[in-house]
């Protein structure tokens, strides 16, 4: 038990910290007695750079325990741009705006996206003062609480080693729309993509982040098409050349009424609210740039951009396209009712509901194709973040040590082992009634999203009162999250008030049990997650004036003027030459 839950009292944590301030030292020590950087060193820079993936306090720095900082500037964007895009927006807004209405979907998913950044602009801050290894199992552990980033540890594991087997199930459901189960059983597909996610994510991080680059940029494509596309029949450009507007709006109205509730204000006022948590999975997802902070070259100079740009994904991808599918698509439409019942695929998307409204023939097929593509980058993105997660708990030694070690390409293959073992539970698809348990286990882990998002900001505000405690003002800080502190305190607090209500309709016309045991039960397993260590190795919280906000901090400082340096070397070096590196700079360089 030693072994697993590292003891947390007072004499054993100063020793812990004091071995990697020596360790530290002993790093940033090597870094700032190299001579003056040199053109060689300069012009190699992926040769500096995996010299700098070495540098990480802990077993994270030991040799066969180390991740590769392999993840370039574009990758880091445009998994930030694309990585949460997914079948919550493509198909989960069907339940939304059946439910609720446009004015509902519109309201909530504007509220919840800005939820989201305040969110991640937290998450940020951390990230780019110094990044870990250990993710938010890290972050949580050193500024706030070691049984706070134990339950944030495995809360999020638990999340996603059942969703990478959901999506696996989701991709065989999207194959059925061409082949039926009868002719290809589904564990056939089930085993296609397991085998090519396990093979990507085997290959190491530079080429996983190669793949989710165009992956993501084909997922932006597809949503910016279906957003224009939106825009066009909204303006009376389809086939019948119909100007919608905000038609629906009005008839049959924006808010709709929840079924079963006599009073209409009361029901439109109840549909409301559960839309709440439609939105908040359709964001699901989004930190994921906080798990690749630790694969991340020069993390204080990505990290910023991507968090810049998830505001923007949010703004257009999200909002946007929920206020013209809301222009397109009234909440009564016969089809869209229908859509909510069914499995998923093309015919289940509301986007193809407001198609099909336009009598296009042939576009499902395309879309079919599209969402194949977003459950299959979902796919692979969960597997990533579940093997990095428990990688990240193992480093912080709330995790078997050997779950730590890594191949030659930096990854943890071992924690790859677990999480495709977890995979297999896919296979349950291929029974009906297994099917059916299988949904229920993944209502029960569904919550855990929402209180990753709740740890982080209780970390985050730990975070700055250390920083106030200590002296350390927050201008220094390489990135600093717009209205703070009041942004966390009040971000917070709406996300424990959707956890608490996020299946009270259970309530509602008869006691749903099975519902209210598997949509709440997430929420004392993270208290058994935090009480059980806690009392197991006599962790206390962590005094404000006592975090360590130092060790660790000089290797990345020295890590980003060696950056620096190499970057305006090469600008001197190239001059003003109007060359395809400058045309790239000048078209792409704003995003990247």
Known sequence: MKNFFN??????????????????????????????????????????????????????GEKGHQLKRDLKARHISMIALGGSLGTGLLIGTANSLATAGPGSVFITYSFVGLMVFFVMSALGEMATYIPLAGGFTGYSDRYAHPALGFAVGYSYLAKYLIVTPNQLVAGSLVMQYWVSPEKVNPGVWITIFLVSVV???????????????????L????????????????????????????RYWTNPGAFAPWKGIASIPKAKFIAFVSSFVYAVFAYSGTELVGVVVAEASRPRRNVPRAIKLTFYR??????L???LLGCCVAYNDAELVAARAKSTSSSASPFVVAINAQGISGLPHLMNACILIFVFSACNSDLYIATRTLYGLSVQRKAPKILSRTNKTGVPYLSLAVAFCFSCLAYMACSSGSASIFGYFVNVVSIMGLLTWISLLITHICFMNAMKAQGIPRKSLPYRA???????????????????????????????YKDFITGYIGIPYYFICFFGYKFITGAKRHKSAEVDLLTHKDVIDAEEEEYAFAEAELKAERGNKKDAQWLYDRIFGWIF
Request: glycine share 6%; net charge negative.
């Open 219 to 246: 997922k932006v494509i597809t949503v910016l098409g279906l957003i224009i596309m939106l825009f066009v029949f909204m303006l009376g450009g389809g086939p019948d050349h119909e100007r919608l507007g905000f």
């Open 7 to 60: 003891s947390s009292d007072s004499e054993k944590h100063e020793e812990k910290v004091n071995d990697e301030k020596v360790q530290s030292i002993s790093y940033s020590q090597s870094i700032l007695s190299l001579p003056d950087l040199d053109p060689t060193l300069s012009r190699h820079a992926s040769e500096y750079e995996a010299d700098l993936s070495k540098i990480q306090p802990g077993v994270a």
């Open 314 to 319: 949010i703004c257009v991808f999200y909002i």
């Open 321 to 323: 396209s929920v206020l």
């Open 199 to 217: 093979l990507i994510n085997l290959f190491g991080v530079k080429f996983f982040g190669e793949l989710e680059f165009w992956l993501s940029s």
């Open 482 to 512: 717009p209205f703070q502190p009041y942004a966390s305190w009040i971000t917070l607090f709406f996300c424990i008030l959707v956890a608490l209500i996020k299946n009270f309709t259970v309530f509602l016309n008869g006691f749903n």
